[in-house]
Antibody, heavy 123, light 110 residues
Framework: EVQLVESGGGLVQPGRSLRLSCAAS????????MHWVRQVPGKGLEWVSG????????GYADSVKGRFTISRDNAKNSLYLQMNSLKGEDTALYYC????????????????WGQGTTVTVSS | QSVLTQPPSASAALGQKVTVSCSGS????????VSWYQHLPGTAPKLLIY???KRPSGIPDRFSGSKSGTSATLAITGLQTGDEADYYC???????????FGGGTKLTVL
């Protein structure tokens, strides 16, 4: 079964860090680009970051650039999002998603999504 | 404010057809593939259309997509109550070097 399972969310104080993980199974992980997408409660989907199949290129939304770092370990079929200097506006449900293409700049269609992990930034 | 513009809501009667528009620019829709997603509360988003007009396996042909210039459209025919959801368009934006989604359209089946 093709599956993505996120973990690592939780309650964190402003200014602190958190690392999200996404475990992939059921497909050849290192053939595809991967992305993080978030949804603030009551708001729409927001693309956060993407990474090429071989990690050669990454991209970030302006709202997280310089604070978040995306990475992947193809040997472990895992995607990560290191979130530093967290702000209240980072509070959201974070999804990892698989691209149909191999480049983070393809955005051919995000065809597999996890159920998401909730990040709450509050003092 | 989203880079891609969608109407916040759309509605049509059961069994009828509805279209959802997605307007962008030359740096996003005008030069990249568009995909469409259905999102029901409490569930993961589902890919409905990729590469402008292709359907993943399992998506019924009631759902179709098209693109012209810097705009894209999702059409849903034979509306069912289960189609009530939020719908999002998405693409890559070369100017921003970022993925972008529309603000979402909430579909109501009357």
């Amino acid at each position: 079964e093709v599956q993505l399972v996120e973990s690592g969310g939780g309650l964190v104080q402003p200014g602190r860090s958190l690392r999200l993980s996404c475990a992939a199974s059921g497909f050849i992980f290192d053939d595809y680009a991967m992305h993080w997408v978030r949804q603030v409660p009551g708001k729409g989907l927001e693309w956060v970051s993407g990474i090429r199949w071989n990690s050669e290129t990454t991209g970030y939304a302006d709202s997280v650039k310089g604070r978040f770092t995306i990475s992947r370990d193809n040997a472990k079929n895992s995607l990560y999002l290191q979130m530093n200097s967290l702000k209240g506006e980072d509070t959201a449900l974070y999804y990892c998603a698989k691209d149909r293409g191999f480049s983070d700049r393809d955005f051919y269609g995000l065809d597999v999504w996890g159920q998401g992990t909730t990040v709450t930034v509050s003092s | 404010q989203s880079v891609l513009t969608q109407p916040p809501s759309a509605s049509a009667a059961l069994g009828q057809k509805v279209t959802v528009s997605c307007s962008g620019s030359s740096s996003n829709i005008g030069s990249n593939f568009v995909s469409w997603y259905q999102h029901l509360p409490g569930t993961a988003p589902k890919l409905l259309i990729y590469e402008n007009n292709k359907r993943p396996s399992g998506i019924p042909d009631r759902f179709s997509g098209s693109k012209s210039g810097t705009s894209a459209t999702l059409a849903i025919t034979g509306l069912q109550t289960g189609d009530e959801a939020d719908y999002y368009c998405g693409t890559w934006d070369y100017s921003l070097s970022a993925g972008v989604f529309g603000g979402g359209t909430k579909l109501t089946v009357l």
